[in-house]
C-alpha cells in the first residue's frame, strides 16, 4: 500500500499559537482525508482534500497532489484541539477506496 | 449526524468466547465496508474490505479465521473475533464510503468497539 508519513510526531503549544501539519504519501492518491482523534477514540472527519485548499473555520487544508504532501492548519489554536490528527488516503487501481493513515501527530495545546 | 452506526461500543468477554461487532450505514447503501483496528498509541490498520455478497479481502498478515466478515446487506457488515485472546484485545473501527461510493466520496468512520479480552 501506499506509504503515508506525518510530521512533527508530537506538538506542544500555547493557546492562540498557529500550527501547521504535514502529510507526505509515497504515490499518486484517489483520496485524502484528515481526521482529529479525540480521547474517546472517534473520528473526527476534518477535510476531504485528494487536491486542493479547503478551509472550516480556524482550520484550513491544502493538497498538492503533484508534490504528493498535504498540509493542516490550525489558527488560534484552542484546548479543544488537542488529540491525535491523523492524515490517510487511498490510491488507484487495486487499492481504490483502501485508506492508509499516518502515525499521527499528537497535538497537546495548553491554556 | 452519524452517517455508521457501530455496535458494541465496548465489550468485556472472556478469553476463548467469540465476539460480533456490528457495522450498520446509514441512510445510504455500502456494498464495501472497511475494517480497521487500532491498538493503544498506535494508528489504524487496515484489516480488511468487507464486500457484499462476496468474500471479504483480507490485508496481509490478518487471519481471515479470526476474523470473520459477514456482509449479508447494503448496510450490515459484522466483524465476528473467534475464540477471542488477551491479544486481541484492540479497539475496532468499521467505515463506509459515502454515497458517491468507492472512490468518489470519503469514508465515514464509526465510532469504534473497544474489545478487551480477560
Known amino acids: 500500500g501506499i506509504q503515508v508519513e506525518q510530521s512533527p510526531p508530537d506538538l506542544i503549544l500555547q493557546e492562540g499559537a498557529n500550527s501547521t501539519l504535514r502529510c507526505n504519501f509515497s504515490?499518486?492518491?484517489?483520496?485524502l482525508q484528515w481526521f482529529h482523534q479525540n480521547p474517546w477514540g472517534q473520528l473526527i472527519n476534518l477535510f476531504y482534500i485528494p487536491s486542493g485548499t479547503k478551509q472550516n473555520g480556524r482550520l484550513s487544508a491544502t493538497t498538492v497532489a503533484t508534490e504528493r504532501y498535504s498540509l493542516l492548519y490550525i489558527s488560534s489554536s484552542q484546548t479543544t484541539d488537542s488529540g491525535v490528527y491523523f492524515c490517510?488516503?487511498?490510491?488507484?487501481?487495486?487499492?481504490?477506496?483502501?485508506?492508509?493513515f499516518g502515525r499521527g501527530t499528537q497535538l497537546t495545546v495548553w491554556p | 449526524g452519524a452517517v455508521v452506526s457501530q455496535h458494541p461500543s465496548r465489550v468485556i468477554c472472556k478469553s476463548g468466547t467469540s465476539v460480533k461487532i456490528e457495522c450498520r450505514s446509514l441512510d445510504f447503501q455500502a456494498t464495501t465496508m472497511f475494517w480497521y483496528r487500532q491498538f493503544p498509541k498506535q494508528s489504524l490498520m487496515l484489516m480488511a474490505t468487507s464486500n457484499e455478497g462476496s468474500k471479504a479481502t483480507y490485508e496481509q498478515g490478518v487471519e481471515k479465521d479470526k476474523f470473520l466478515i459477514n456482509h449479508a446487506s447494503l448496510t450490515l457488515s459484522t466483524l465476528t473475533v473467534t475464540s477471542a485472546h488477551p491479544e486481541d484485545s484492540s479497539f475496532y473501527i468499521c467505515s463506509a464510503p459515502g454515497q458517491g461510493g468507492v472512490g468518489n466520496s470519503p469514508l465515514h468512520f464509526g465510532n469504534g468497539t473497544r474489545l478487551t479480552v480477560t
Open positions: 490517510a488516503v487511498s490510491g488507484r487501481g487495486s487499492t481504490l477506496g483502501r485508506l492508509y
Open positions: 504515490d499518486s492518491v484517489n483520496n
